[in-house]
């Protein structure tokens, strides 16, 4: 139609065309969603993935995260070779899982292990977003789990990164149960006086936000990530109104009283030692 | 009779045929008995096959009658000295959730419960039972309240999820499902769960976190509404039969995943159809429950409901054929 021309459409993401592919080298560039400033990927990969120019947090994988917060070569990973099953037989969902293991080099939604941030000793569980939109399925709750009882077991403080679009659908509610076995690791933590550090990253919604992410003694969030419960167009469909932009934002969450602070990626591992510090002299 | 469900229709229409055939031999004073018995024999088998073998598209419509009985008639069956209590303290009161202190058979006992309405009105005052924070602030108000005076827990689960709205995000939506899944994990006394309807998402899980979790045969529990898997795995939100079958959602799926301990049977075509039977089929598996929970030390009881959990999951490892647990 004539008129489709004139009105405003909202725009998409595109996929570049082969041509445009062969032009620009895969992944040497990057334009930055906020401030769409086209920078190489390698100086943002640099500045932690944080946009030089508007400070925009980009994503970043469960190991960069790892690197740019532990010390050098002190890593062990637990559980590295766990991986997911198809317990509802659900159609295409081990094709699927096998192709984001070829995607990402990661068997599953989050890494676990044990390491030292300047010096003092922590277990961390990072989740990455590329593998199934960092969801939780069976694996991810259980490396989760056991990572905590690993931090019960050796009185470790725990660190959890989390990045995740919520429960896993293809696994059903065996997803939605991985919320309570988590939350019963961390109520055991809890009981046992250890101290748990939950850092939400982008994005962290869903059965993930209402569980283990909103657990923390301390509740951090990275600049701008999305937060929440509810995704933001089911809202806007059950009360028929138009959310504020800042809705379900690191800042949004902070503003009413749901978060300890929003820490900015390049202060992250300063601040974290500060507080590894104080309880360590408790 | 009560609204009847579509697929329940040939039932319905045998049933009206029968009866038709009665009156006009009463008032016509022709002898029909053998008609009748034939068609009787054939309304016994029809019922057999529809409500013997329900589909799970079929079980959610039972799940989500407009007549099936709610936390509030089961309470009035099961407990006497029912005593509403409300508000979470923080905020206000969630209509969507009810609790309070009753006895059990003589004895103390909390109950906490999702709230629907039955009518427009009701459901609108009590927000579909999609509860907000103070709702699960509310129940856990009342669960540590119960921890505290040593008296054992029951709660039903019957809400399609929590209320996806602005205000409950602003509230802490999240922290306040979250809170409840830690905090019920640790409590000190017996708790049971029962599904008696729709078990959406975490919304019921927030009240799901028990040393015994039941679901009526015809309840469903779901990571998400059908509705809301089509829409999200095939982007159709009228794929939500297709969805329900796919999901797993039914009493007879969770009891095969080991997420539940048991299906308590209802009567033929729902609980609605006789609530009084059904309450009872509940009371005779809560006492049981009981019975067995009240036993164990508070170490054990915390210790057993931490391994109930646990185990829940599928998984193996890379390289390694036996590690499949």
Redesign the interface.
């Known amino acids: 139609m004539l008129k489709d021309l004139f009105t405003k459409k909202k725009r998409y993401a595109t996929i570049p065309s082969e041509r445009a592919k062969q032009e620009v080298p895969e992944g040497l560039m990057t334009k930055c969603p906020t401030c769409r400033t086209i920078m190489y990927t390698k100086e943002l990969k640099k500045n932690l993935n944080v946009c030089d120019s508007c400070g925009h947090h980009h994503r970043m994988t469960a190991y960069e995260r790892i690197n740019s917060l532990l010390d050098a070569g002190s890593f062990v990973e637990y559980d590295k070779?766990?991986?997911?099953?198809n317990?509802?037989d659900?159609?295409t969902y081990e094709e699927k899982l096998e192709a984001d293991r070829v995607k990402t080099n990661l068997?599953e939604a989050v890494v676990t292990g044990e390491g030292d941030i300047n010096g003092f000793p922590a277990v961390v569980a990072v989740m990455d977003a590329r593998f199934r939109m960092g969801s939780m399925?069976?694996?991810v709750?259980?490396k989760i789990?056991r990572a905590i009882e690993v931090a019960i077991e050796k009185d470790y403080p725990f660190l959890l990164f989390s990045a995740s679009g919520g429960?896993r659908?293809q696994?059903?509610?065996?997803?939605?149960?991985?919320?309570?076995?988590t939350?019963?690791?961390?109520?055991?933590l809890?009981?046992n006086g250890g101290l748990f550090i939950s850092v939400m990253t982008h994005p962290t919604t869903?059965?993930v936000?209402?569980?283990?992410?909103?657990?923390g003694d301390y509740n951090f969030a990275e600049p701008g990530a999305l937060?929440?419960?509810?995704?933001r167009r089911?809202?806007e469909q059950?009360?028929r109104q138009e959310?504020p932009d800042d809705?379900?934002t690191a800042e949004f969450l902070l503003k009413?009283?749901?978060l300890d602070r929003v820490v900015p990626r390049k202060e992250m591992k300063k601040m974290i030692t500060t507080i590894l510090d104080i309880h360590q002299h408790a | 009779m009560a609204s009847e469900l579509g697929f329940e229709r040939p039932i319905v229409e045998l049933r009206d045929k029968i009866s038709e055939l009665k009156t006009f031999t009463n008032e016509k004073e022709i002898d029909l008995s053998d008609e009748i018995e034939k068609l009787e024999n054939r309304l016994q088998q029809l019922e057999k096959d529809i409500y013997g073998n329900l589909q799970a598209w079929e079980r959610v419509q039972i799940a989500r009658h407009s007549d099936r009985p709610t936390t509030l008639d089961y309470i009035e069956y099961l407990f006497t000295d029912f005593l509403e209590m409300h508000g979470d303290r923080l905020y206000g009161d969630d209509a969507a959730i009810v609790g309070g202190i009753a006895k059990y058979h003589g004895k103390p006992i909390t109950v906490i419960g999702h709230q629907r309405g039955k009518d427009t009105k009701e459901n609108i005052r009590r927000n579909f039972g999609m509860p907000h924070p103070e709702g699960y602030r509310k129940a856990l108000r009342l669960m540590k309240q119960a921890e505290k005076f040593n008296r054992p827990i029951v709660c039903f689960i019957d809400t399609k999820g929590?209320?996806?709205?602005?205000a409950?995000?602003?509230?802490?939506?999240?922290?306040a499902?979250?809170?409840n899944?830690?905090?019920m994990?640790?409590l000190t006394v017996p708790v049971i769960c029962i599904v008696i309807g729709e078990g959406g998402?975490?919304g019921a899980?927030?009240l799901?976190?028990g040393d015994r979790i039941f679901m009526l045969e015809n309840s469903t529990?779901?990571?998400?509404s059908p509705e809301?898997?089509a829409a999200?795995?095939w982007k159709d939100a009228t794929l939500a039969q297709k969805a329900a079958e796919?999901?797993?959602?039914t009493a007879p799926?969770?009891k095969e995943?080991g997420?539940i301990d048991d299906i308590i049977r209802e009567a033929k075509g729902g609980a609605h159809r006789d609530v009084q039977s059904q309450a009872e089929a509940i009371d005779r598996i809560v006492s049981a429950s009981l019975k067995e929970l009240e036993v164990l030390s508070k170490d054990e009881l915390v210790n057993k409901?931490?391994q109930k959990?646990?185990k829940?999951?599928?998984?193996?490892?890379?390289?390694?054929t036996n590690g499949?647990e």
């Open positions: 070779m766990m991986i997911g099953k317990p509802l659900f159609p068997n399925g069976s694996v709750g259980e789990t429960a659908m696994e059903g509610v065996l997803s939605l149960m991985q919320m309570a076995k939350s019963a690791a961390l109520q055991k809890s009981q869903g059965g936000s209402a569980s283990f992410a909103s657990l937060i929440g419960f509810a995704g089911i809202i059950t009360i959310l809705f379900q009413h009283g749901q | 929590a209320y996806p709205g602005m409950a995000e602003e509230r802490g939506q999240s922290e499902i979250a809170r899944l830690l905090e994990s640790g998402s975490g899980l927030a799901g976190v529990y779901s990571v998400i809301g898997a999200l795995l796919s999901m797993k959602i799926d969770l995943l997420v409901r931490y959990y646990k829940i999951g599928q998984f193996t490892f890379v390289n390694d499949v």
